[in-house]
């Protein structure tokens, strides 16, 4: 087996990969990364013609694997357009939202351990969609756990909170009731690309923050933020920004948002109603 990254080679060291027949073997597999990401016409040229003609040894199995992104010359569009035709061409979009949920929950599953909701959804909006990071997370968490439930602070240990201020700012807006702003944030999160379910387990979690915060509050209003980031492990900033918050709302307000935000999770998850329309309902009748 042989693996060709086309961006970091000459184009003669791809040609001639693919045109070599085995040693000493009945068969070769070739694998070829990041063809598409190519911006020399001539060559992609010249493939184009061989996957046309089926030109290739018989004895040679060639993979074309695409994970960068794609040149804007031509003739990288009209390469794709003929591998996708291929019988055995398939695609495996990175998994998002309620998708990598259960994926991850399944998986945590299948390897005989479990996880509770917070950990679930911290998890799944801190570790992205880096599934090779994620996958040996997991093992790292069930080895750590040795048959308990993970929980928060487990998943605290290994990952850090990722901090993202538009989407502290789009919770801040939500809270104080600012509708106009909470609406404008959210659209502008999806304009930049950011799936809604991942969206959703953000705002979830900076919810659950608030709620653990004005707990803490109650019991000590002479906490300071870095004393409270403490007690409870969560990030530094995250409490910074958060204390005047937990300052400014009971208890029993904070809890009745995320009563709203419970529901309209369960009614996605449920099929009942499409995520993107509950979530912008959801603003706007705050």
């Known amino acids: 087996m042989v693996f060709v990254d086309a961006t970091k080679v000459d184009p003669g060291k791809i040609l001639s990969e693919i045109s070599s027949a085995p040693f ?50 031509k003739e990288a569009d009209l390469l794709e357009k003929l591998l996708v035709k291929i019988k055995y ?31 679930l959804s911290f998890l799944v909006a801190n570790a992205g969609g880096e599934m090779w990071v994620l996958n040996s997370l997991l093992d790292q968490l069930i080895a750590y756990k040795n048959g308990q439930e993970i929980d ?3 998943v605290g240990e290994f990952l850090d909170e990722k901090v993202d201020d538009n989407v502290f700012n789009m919770v801040n807006a939500i809270v104080t009731g600012n509708k106009k702003q909470a609406l404008k944030l959210l659209q502008e ?10 969206l959703f387990g953000l705002i979830i979690w900076q919810f659950r923050a608030l709620l653990s915060l004005r707990d803490l509050f109650e019991n000590d209003d002479r906490l300071t933020s870095d004393l409270a980031a403490q007690k409870t492990g969560l990030n530094p900033f995250v409490v910074k920004k958060s204390w005047p918050l937990v300052k400014n709302f009971t208890s029993h307000q904070l809890k ?6 419970i529901e309209t999770d369960l009614k996605a998850k449920t099929g009942q109603a499409d995520l993107s329309l509950m979530l912008d309902l959801f603003v706007g009748r705050v």
Do not use: C
């Open 24 to 73: 000493l073997a009945e068969k070769r597999m070739i694998i070829i990364e990041n063809i598409l990401s190519l911006s020399d016409k001539e060559f992609l040229a010249d493939i184009i013609r061989r996957v046309e003609a089926d030109s290739f040894p018989e004895t040679n199995v060639i993979i074309f694997w695409q994970g960068e992104n794609k040149s804007k010359v």
């Open 89 to 119: 061409a398939k695609d495996f979009p990175l998994l998002t939202g309620v998708h990598l949920t259960q994926w991850v929950k399944s998986e945590i599953a299948t390897r005989g351990g479990n996880i509770s909701s917070p950990a």
């Open 152 to 154: 928060l602070k487990a």
């Open 189 to 198: 999160q999806r304009r930049l690309g950011e799936d809604d379910f991942k």
């Open 256 to 261: 009745t948002l995320y009563q709203g935000i």
